[in-house]
């Protein structure tokens, strides 16, 4: 399926001369892909340059600095005999002064060559002063009149991994770009010249060649070409999802609302402002023919649980069914409990499926859903497998959804017939952000939190002072309340994580005794869960944990949040993290411990979130602070999941790429006229081809 003129850019790197199976792991390592292909190559662009532009006369040389001199070669002076650790010397000169170059465990016969006595040659590198004399030590570079005229005097720097040279990456590059063909202009002709991109091929080449330092920034044309180039490749894959998912259509559900009724009768408060009009979108969606896509966004514990039930409850009242998926175990369980009573009261029909139900059990529900038994089901992505089937599956409802992907929201929602989707995230994302991860998605907002909500006190304390904040959890919890205490993430490994856990909770069980429990990521679901329960219900008061407990986890009882090493999170996450608590009506606080001295942005970070707990000033904040990588807590920089586009540079771009690719799928929603066909090719060059088998056939 993929056009032949692509293929010689999806042949393994190792393809190219001087890429063997060894070099080829270490290109997997740094392309962060497992067989690295050339496209993957080309793809990884310059982190910099050198510039050996500067040519002065030797008596106008600064010492330290890189330079390129056209000299005279003199005398060699071979390191003697029996001291070949000694340097081997080359004296060299202009007409304006001397520079003697060195070299140490050189072979005499190839300095000889490459450098003959009395010819002029050009030599590249950074000359020092020692003992009042120029020299420079290892020339990176020595060429006679022909080589020089062939010199790159600007060379392209790359991101490099252990073992992996400069010379490797860039002799490779210069292979991967002569293979490539030249393609069709998949861009508007007139956008294009608008905008002054170069072609494709151009824009790498200009990257991968720079004529100046200045040719390899993002800023450039020819980044942004490429930039512009994958984000309305991802622009154009959402909205064939999205036309795919529309198409679809003909099945509203409503009902006359007896069922939620109920439900709302039963609950002990009633719904925000907020809630009320968020369901209210849903249902009209709901009743209409065309599916349903749409966001709700919500700060933690602005209650989207109970809009996303009560949505739920309209199709079932409709006779459909409904999935509710959250992305783990512990926080389908808790789901699951907060729901089972409310749905109980309604008479629907409840099930909870995740990888811990098994056997007899498992076979029950998973029969019983097929033929309709159940009404709302609550589970993890163990919804998405092949075995289960609905008899009629019209909401699905996925929580936190940035941690799921495209793929696996297709695969719930083609487990019935037009199933509307219904996508709940803690998360306050800007618009722009939605536009990158979901597409166009319709948006719900609760902005106002459920009433009689105190303020969180949040105070930023130095980790020194640990012990001071131990006193003053020990007098709360002689106080009867509960605290959570959350140890950080440290270098992405789940063993160490684990271990400055397990020391931190060895520590306040020998204070506090059994009123201490543990919980991490390593803990099996049903120890997790127990764990859980018994704070909850009370029975332990001081709960240590490690991020397990980021998402979403309700104990309304619990009033403070203790965070070590927040200088480690990300603003999002510290966020959700206090969002743990000022759930119930008590005072909280948040603590946050950090270890001095603090950076710039992480000193920033945490003022935030000491004056303020709105989500989505929070958010926007983030955004300024980290860019739009950092906000989903997926990458360091970039956006996540794009290799060129960067947000702070290319963000302003997503809007015409969303447009474009609306456009282009309203004049030829098949890709079939010759821009069309050209579109194709970009779709596959950023592995968008998924999507292509959604156009639609003829
Ligand atoms: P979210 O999922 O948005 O983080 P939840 O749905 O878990 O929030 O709700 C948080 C808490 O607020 C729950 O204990 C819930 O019972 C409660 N709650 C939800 N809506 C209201 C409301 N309108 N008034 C009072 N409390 C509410
Ligand atoms: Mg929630």
Not at 546 to 571: K, N, Q, S, Y
């Amino acid at each position: 399926m993929r056009p032949d003129l692509l293929n010689p850019l999806f042949a393994s790197l190792t393809s190219l001369t001087g890429v063997g199976p060894k070099l080829a792991k270490l290109y997997a390592r740094l392309l962060d892909v497992e067989a690295p292909r050339i496209v993957d190559l080309l793809f990884h662009l310059p982190s910099g340059t050198i510039d050996r532009r500067a040519r002065p006369k030797l008596n106008e040389v600064v010492p330290g600095t890189l330079i390129t001199v056209a000299v005279t070669v003199g005398k060699h002076r071979p390191s003697p005999p029996h001291r070949s650790r000694a340097p081997y010397r080359v004296y060299t000169s202009d007409d304006t002064g001397d520079l003697t170059l060195t070299f140490f465990n050189a072979r005499q016969d190839y300095l000889e060559k490459l450098l003959p006595e009395g010819e002029l040659r050009y030599v590249s590198g950074t000359a020092e002063l020692y003992d009042g004399t120029l020299q420079m030590v290892h020339p990176d570079r020595v060429v006679d009149e022909a080589g020089f005229a062939s010199l790159p005097l600007v060379e392209p720097v790359y991101p490099l991994t252990e073992g992996l040279a400069l010379g490797n990456v860039r002799r490779a590059m210069d292979s991967a770009l002569a293979k490539l063909p030249e393609l069709p202009e998949w861009q508007d002709a007139a956008w294009a010249s608008q905008q002054r991109f170069p072609q494709f091929t151009a824009a790498l080449n200009s990257l991968h060649r720079p004529a100046e330092p200045r040719d390899v920034l993002p800023e450039t044309l020819a980044w942004t070409r490429l930039a512009y180039d994958e984000l309305l490749a991802g622009q154009l894959a959402l909205a064939l999802l999205r036309a795919h998912m529309r198409r679809q259509s003909g099945r509203g559900s409503s009902s006359e609302g007896i069922v939620r009724t109920r439900i709302v009768e039963a609950l002990p408060y009633s719904l925000t402002a907020s809630q009320a009009q968020a369901l209210n979108d849903i249902i009209t969606d709901l009743a209409l023919p065309q599916r349903m896509l749409r966001l709700l966004q919500g700060d933690v514990g602005s209650g989207k649980t109970v809009v996303a039930l009560l949505a739920a409850a309209t199709v079932i009242e409709a006779g459909r069914q409904a999935a509710f998926m959250a992305p783990t175990e512990l926080l389908a369980r808790q789901h699951h409990n907060t729901i089972l009573p409310l749905a109980q009261t309604a008479g629907l029909r409840v099930a909870i499926l995740t990888g811990r139900e098994r056997g007899r059990e498992r076979a029950d529900t998973l029969a019983r859903l097929a033929i309709g038994d159940i009404d709302l089901i609550v589970g993890t992505h163990a919804l998405f497998q092949e075995e289960v089937a609905f008899k009629d599956l019209a909401l699905a409802i996925v929580d936190e959804q940035h941690r799921f992907g495209v793929h696996q929201r297709l695969a719930l929602t083609q487990k019935g017939d037009a199933v509307d989707v219904l996508v709940l995230t803690a998360t306050p994302i800007p618009r722009t952000l939605v536009l990158t991860f979901f597409g166009d998605m319709d948006i719900s907002e609760l902005r106002e939190k459920p009433p009689g909500r105190l303020p969180i006190d949040t105070r930023t304390i130095d980790l020194a002072r640990v012990t001071e904040v131990e006193d003053a959890v020990g007098r709360a919890l002689d106080e009867g309340q509960r605290a959570y205490w959350v140890c950080p993430l440290v270098e992405d490994s789940e063993k160490i994580d684990l271990a400055a856990a397990e020391a931190r909770f060895k520590e306040l069980k020998g204070r506090f005794g059994d009123l201490v429990d543990l919980v991490h990521g390593r803990m099996k679901g049903a120890e997790k869960d127990r764990a859980m329960e018994r704070f909850a219900a009370g029975e332990t008061r001081l709960l240590v944990a490690t991020t397990v407990i980021e998402v979403g986890v309700d104990v309304p009882e619990a009033t403070i949040m203790v965070v070590e090493h927040a200088e480690r999170f990300g603003l999002a996450q510290l966020h959700q993290l206090r969002g743990r608590i000022g759930r119930g009506t008590g005072r909280s606080t948040c603590l946050l411990l950090y270890k001095s001295p603090l950076g710039d942005t992480a000193k920033a970070r945490l003022s935030i979130l000491r004056e303020t707990e709105d989500g989505f000033r929070i958010a926007e904040e983030d955004l300024r602070l980290r860019g739009e990588g950092d906000l989903l807590g997926t990458r360091q920089s970039g956006l996540p999941g794009f290799r060129i586009a960067r947000a702070e540079v290319h963000g302003k771009f997503l809007g015409a790429a969303r447009d474009d690719a609306g456009l282009i799928l309203n004049r030829d929603p098949g890709l079939a006229t010759p821009r069309g066909e050209a579109l194709r090719h970009l779709l596959y060059l950023f592995e968008k081809d998924e999507a292509i088998r959604l156009i639609r056939a003829g």
